[in-house]
């Protein structure tokens, strides 16, 4: 499947692809595999296989149940990811190996075959004030002992001690935690804007009583 399949949409900076996912949400700086079987899905797969490396759009289902997505049900916000590699399972299933790299906002439904496209607008971070750049550092420093311990997933610490940014901070935090709900990271996907996104993640450990007091 090659990329003139695609048309337009293969080269223009302002679409993508996009995959549809069912209960996950990927955040920016989160790296991880993502098992693919629906077909619309693995056509996408298969055409990211002979592009690689390739960014493609993920969305995260309004409604799980549904078994065959269209943009009605699903976010608007979602994340960039810069697929490395593709693995194959089985006959109709394989794995996306990669990495999200930035938020986007679909501005326009595109084409649903061979799998779904859309327009998007690759959303930047503001920047944010003194007091947030002191609240991130806080929860940089308590998050690098959640995402150390046993509570932490594997290479979020090491991603977490890269993160330039504060809303970087706060996404690598919300994402490396073990057992964060599919709601609260709904959330902090949503935040576009950093200072809500810090203080989102900040009360995601109070919840878990993991923050001390400031000092």
Do not use: H
């Not at 990927?26 to 693919?36: A, D, R, T």
């Not at 065959?68 to 299933?93: C, E, H, M, Q, S």
């Not at 979020?156 to 599919?182: K, M, N, Q």
């Not at 609260?184 to 993640?201: C, F, I």
């Amino acid at each position: 499947m090659r990329r003139a399949l695609l048309g337009d949409y293969a080269i223009r900076p302002d679409a993508l692809a996009i995959l549809p996912l069912r209960n996950v949400v990927v955040l920016p700086g989160m790296e991880l595999p993502i098992n693919v079987g629906r077909a619309r899905s693995f056509r996408l797969a298969e055409w990211a296989a002979e592009n690689v490396p390739v960014d493609v759009g993920v969305l995260t289902q309004r409604s799980p149940e549904t078994e065959d997505p269209r943009f009605d049900n699903l976010l608007d916000v979602g994340t960039v990811v810069r697929i490395a590699k593709v693995v194959r399972i089985g006959p109709t299933n394989c794995a996306i190996v990669g990495r999200g790299v930035a938020r986007f906002r679909v501005t326009e439904p595109g084409p649903e075959e061979p799998f779904l496209r859309a327009s998007v607008e690759r959303l930047t971070e503001t920047a944010t004030p003194v007091e947030t750049e002191q609240e991130a550092e806080r929860l940089r420093e308590i998050g690098s002992v959640v995402l150390a311990g046993p509570g932490g997933e594997a290479g979020s610490a090491a991603a977490l001690e890269r993160a330039a940014t504060a809303g970087e901070i706060a996404d690598i935090i919300a994402g490396g935690i073990r057992g964060v709900g599919r709601a609260e990271l709904r959330d902090v996907l949503e935040a576009t804007d950093p200072t809500v996104r810090v203080r989102l993640v900040l009360r995601m450990l109070e919840a878990r009583r993991t923050l001390p007091p400031p000092d």
